[in-house]
């Protein structure tokens, strides 16, 4: 089969892969109709998560058609159904998993003492990521094995196109999961660092929630008129000061919630100094990831306010003003999306026409033209913001 | 990949195994820049462990100091030359570039018994500074955003029902968990017990 494959820092390639075969009585094997390229992918592309090694194939936004079940899964899942796969890899039996933390599963990272050496104890099994969550091949592929099958999937109905439905994979549950994260309330001021796809979700999640003002902080004129599109107040940080404008919007105070939907690479310029450190550090491995955002929202929150961070960091991180963060007692929530723990509410309100998440789609394009897109993505090139592959 | 190598991890016995490797997502300027970068890492270490041999092959003697000052600056070029940021590499390997001419120009004086020498070096530097020179242009233009270019995207709400009536319709029927509740990080933490 064909599949985008890893094979060093910004060296992605379509190849010719053998095909996935049942493992385990739990597996399932997926005929991929529609997948999608992730921010956590550019991650990978620049090489700043560990333990990926050159062969890996990448993905973990992908649905499709059930073709092969192995005989343990037999009972949830048959032939033909039609499916999307969340991101995590689930057990559903584990301590956390029945808590809904299934981001946290302890069973399905195969790799778990590798995980256990490098988070203190092991999370879940990841499609398409570092060998840190099991290494497990990913779905930007013509087929996708799915581990702990029986309890891996969201089925769908028949009814609705792909591009409405696959981002149940990811970043539809992981924008609502920021969020939700954020406890808003009516009357909050919610803003939203990047507007990326997750950035982008994260807004439409915030306005259904009740927020009474969504503020959406990014500097690409493309993204920032799509935030605008779901009824967000905007701020360009390369031509607007962002705490200044943060407080003119919430007469001084600050916003209740803050969440950060930018992650480790955030954006190097003149007018934040403090990311040219970081950018430099990185370069000599002083530091992983460039927390500017962090920093950000630690200093504009209202005092007693929330921090929900979505966007991935992967490392050590410096300067971080712990001072200013106690001092006003934030309140900090984060995690990779716990997907399926939000998907069934999510698939009914995408059938009850609450969201149309197809919206963010830009660019649709075969699977085969997945390295170029990986650049054009990278670069937020050609007004990019998401794209799908057919394989 | 350090961690990769010191852990020792593998591939999982059944993942699918490449057959035939597709076209690449690197450029051929990516590559350029990235050998570029390596060599930048030679020199850079030849220049700080063996600045006598070049000073003597070069007729420059007395500038031992001055070449292992070079090996060093190489080192720190190679570091962004190697990275996603390309061009902040390669504009410092230019500017290094007419340094190291600027030096090599002064062994061409006409006493100097190895000019030879220096007028092969420098010929070889002339080289690289037009590699470096085409790399920074085509790597520069290869990650441009085209300015003034971009799409608008104000017709997509992705809300059905539009941003207003959309406002608050999820409050009507969803319960935040209580790990996501303001409530329920302290109330958990401090059960009520009887008195
Ligand atoms: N927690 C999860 O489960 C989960 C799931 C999916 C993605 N993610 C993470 O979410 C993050 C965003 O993903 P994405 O797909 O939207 O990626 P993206 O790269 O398309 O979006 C990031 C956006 O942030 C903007 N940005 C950069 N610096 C900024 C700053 N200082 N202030 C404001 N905006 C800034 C960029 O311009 C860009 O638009 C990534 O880190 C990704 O790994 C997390
Ligand atoms: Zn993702
Ligand atoms: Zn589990």
């Given amino acids: 089969m064909r599949a985008l494959v890893w094979h060093g820092k910004e060296d992605i390639r379509c190849d010719t892969v053998s095909d996935p075969q049942i493992e385990d009585d739990r597996d399932a094997i997926i005929k991929v109709t529609s997948c999608a390229i ?6 990978l592309f620049h090489n700043l998560i560990p333990a990926m090694l050159p062969g890996d194939i990448m993905g973990h936004e992908s649905m499709g058609e059930v073709v092969e079940v192995g005989a343990a899964a037999k009972a949830t899942l048959k032939k033909g159904e039609r499916v999307v796969i969340p991101f995590t890899i689930q057990c559903g039996e584990c301590e956390q ?32 990521y570092t060998h840190l969550t099991g290494g497990y091949p990913g779905g930007q592929a013509e087929f996708l094995r799915v581990p702990f099958a029986d309890t891996t999937h969201i089925k769908v109905p028949d009814s609705i196109d792909d591009e409405k439905l696959l981002f149940l994979s990811d970043i539809l549950p992981t924008g609502w999961q920021a969020a939700v994260q954020a406890d808003i309330q009516p009357g909050d001021t919610v803003a939203v660092w990047g507007c990326g796809p997750v950035g982008q979700m994260t807004i439409r999640s915030a306005i259904l929630l009740g927020a009474e003002q969504v503020i959406a902080i990014d500097h690409l004129p493309e993204r920032l008129s799509m935030a605008a599109a779901a009824g967000a107040v905007t701020i360009n940080f390369e031509t607007e000061s962002v705490i200044e404008r943060l407080n003119e919007l919430t007469s001084g105070e600050g916003p209740h919630k803050c969440i950060d939907a930018v992650g480790s690479e955030s954006h ?37 306010g929330v921090i929900s961070i979505i966007g991935v960091y992967t490392g050590l991180v410096d300067k971080i003003p712990m001072g200013q963060a106690m001092n006003k007692g934030v309140t900090f929530r984060m995690a990779q999306a716990h997907v399926p723990r939000w998907t069934d509410d999510l698939l009914r309100r995408i059938e009850d026409d609450q969201i149309d998440p197809s919206f963010v789609i830009t660019h649709k394009v075969d699977l085969s033209d997945g390295p170029e897109m990986y650049r054009t993505f990278r670069d937020k090139a050609d007004s990019c913001i998401k794209v799908m592959l057919k394989p | 990949m350090p961690i990769t190598n010191a852990t020792q991890i593998a591939r999982s016995k059944g993942d699918p195994r490449v057959v035939r490797k597709g076209p690449s997502s690197l450029t051929g300027s990516d590559r350029l820049t990235r050998a570029l970068g390596w060599f ?21 003697e007395g500038k031992e100091a001055l070449i292992r000052a070079y090996g060093a600056r190489e080192l720190a070029s190679a570091v962004p030359t190697l990275s996603v940021d390309k061009p902040v590499g390669l ?26 020498n ?36 104000s017709d997509r709400s992705g809300l059905p029902r539009g941003p207003q009536a959309s406002r608050g319709l999820a409050r009507r029927d969803f319960d935040t968990p209580p790990d996501d509740r303001a409530e329920g990080s302290v109330a958990d933490a401090v059960p009520a017990t009887a008195p």
């Fill in chain 2, 91 to 116: 504009a410092s390997r230019i500017a290094g570039d007419v340094l190291d001419l600027a030096t090599l120009s002064s062994a061409l004086r006409p006493g100097n018994a190895k000019r030879d």
């Fill in chain 1, 97 to 128: 998993c029945q808590r809904g933390n299934f981001s946290l599963c302890q069973r399905t990272n195969r790799k778990g003492n590798l995980g256990d050496k490098a988070f203190g104890h092991r999370t879940a099994g990841l499609f398409g």
């Fill in chain 2, 40 to 60: 930048s890492i030679g020199l850079g270490l030849t220049e700080l462990m063996a600045p006598g041999f070049i000073a003597r092959t070069l007729g420059l």
């Fill in chain 1, 38 to 43: 992730c921010g956590s992918d550019l991650h």
């Fill in chain 2, 118 to 153: 220096a007028a092969i070096a420098f010929a070889l530097v002339i080289g690289v500074t037009l590699l470096d020179l085409v790399a920074f242009a085509d790597v520069k233009a290869s990650h441009r955003r085209e300015r003034g270019t971009h799409r608008d995207y």
């Fill in chain 1, 268 to 304: 190097v310029n003149m007018g934040q100094p403090d990311t040219l450190l970081d950018r430099a550090k990185q370069m000599v491995m002083l530091e992983n990831d460039r927390p500017h955002v962090l920093r950000e929202m630690i200093y504009a929150c209202r005092p007693g």
